[in-house]
């Protein structure tokens, strides 16, 4: 590595990882893969890797898609020749297949190769993205039932935790591989309206995991594994509605409005309001609308779509197609 990137390296993980805000621009290569992560969380992803990452562990990508996310991690562990000699890998997870609403993450012309239909494959189009970049391990397999037996983990990067099942399964597999100490998880969806359980069992988990980065302008909140899991920890945990009381709700809320910066608040209050709504309690689901957004807040894209959720499911529609329709993916 050279001398200016050793220091920096140095530097960043002295000072606790924040590397977005050394404005190390990313690569267009990067820019160009369609997928769901701004451009500040594909730059963080690449000064992870740049400037932080040991090598001690693995990385592991769960729900990859195009690639977004794996190609800054893989291109810069290619580029530290101090980490060529050791085992590490990137272990890429998908079930690469397409959903309809994956139509809507296609943004441009240029994109239009990247067009399946619902159930094909994309796995190809995955390839082709990480084409020339080594050490990526692609794993098609269901998270929900997936086994890891690879060892050490050093960085998860979470895109998959889409329903409280999915992700216990996860948090039983994965997270007890964390390195303590040095180890890293990204929540992606952790400013996000639809994924309520994240909080709750990120809450749960706090004693463990601490806020490392809350990367701007999105979704991502990184969290620092202090000490490693211990497996009985996660393995014990469940995710029950009906069990989980209002003081669990509003710890849990408030401990994650902390660590996330204030002008997105409202979207982690909507997930909240979700809670609440499948919880049945939809006096306590609106008044979060109602008293704890702002009416600025309230025009956010996120929070209305929070808000016709809850209204579908108040009144689900009748026929399928609009049942599927209105089936709206966390992002
Ligand atoms: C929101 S997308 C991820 C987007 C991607 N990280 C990006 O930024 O472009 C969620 C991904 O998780 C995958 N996924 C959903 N459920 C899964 C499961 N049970 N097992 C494996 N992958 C799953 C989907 O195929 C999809 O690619």
Redesign the pocket.
């Known amino acids: 590595m050279k001398f200016r990137n050793r220091l920096v390296y140095y530097l960043a993980s002295k000072m606790g990882l924040h590397v977005s805000f050394m404005r190390v621009p990313l690569s267009e290569r990067t820019k160009r893969i369609?997928?769901?992560?701004t451009y500040e969380?594909r730059r963080f992803l690449q000064n992870y890797c740049r400037y932080v990452y040991s090598g001690t562990g693995h990385i592991v990508?769960?729900?990859?898609?195009?690639?977004?996310?794996t190609l800054p991690l893989a291109i810069e562990r290619s580029r530290r020749p101090d980490l060529i000699v050791n085992q590490q890998r990137i272990f890429a997870?998908?079930?690469?297949?397409w959903?309809k609403w994956?139509d809507a993450?296609i943004t441009n012309v240029s994109q239009a190769k990247y067009h399946y239909s619902p159930g094909e494959s994309f796995r190809s189009a995955f390839e082709g993205n990480i084409k020339d970049v080594d050490n990526v391990v692609i794993r098609e397999?269901?998270?929900?039932t997936?086994q890891w037996r690879d060892g050490d983990i050093e960085f998860l990067f979470v895109?998959?935790m889409?329903t409280p099942q999915?992700a216990l399964a996860i948090q039983k597999q994965f997270f007890p591989m964390i390195l303590g100490g040095k180890g890293v998880v990204v929540h992606?969806d952790f400013v996000h309206y639809y994924t309520y359980w994240i909080h709750i069992l990120t809450y749960r988990l706090r004693d463990f995991l601490i806020l490392l980065y809350d990367v701007k302008d999105s979704a991502s909140t990184a969290f620092r594994c202090r000490k490693r899991i211990p497996p009985d920890v996660v393995q014990k945990e469940t995710f029950e509605l009906e069990s989980i009381c209002e003081d669990e709700v509003e710890e849990a809320f408030s401990y994650s409005l902390h660590l996330i910066n204030s002008s997105l608040s409202h979207r982690v209050l909507s997930a909240k309001a979700l809670l609440y709504f499948d919880q049945g309690r939809i006096e306590k689901a609106e008044s979060v609308f109602r008293e704890e957004m702002s009416a600025e807040e309230k025009k956010d894209g996120e929070v209305m779509a929070a808000m016709s959720l809850v209204a579908t499911r108040r009144n689900p529609p009748t026929n399928v197609e609009s049942a599927l329709s209105d089936n709206i993916?966390?992002?």
């Open positions: 369609p997928g769901m992560l969380e990508d769960l729900g990859c898609w195009m690639g977004s996310s997870y998908d079930l690469f297949r959903e994956m993450c397999q269901d998270l929900a997936a895109d998959a889409k999915l992606q993916p966390p992002g």
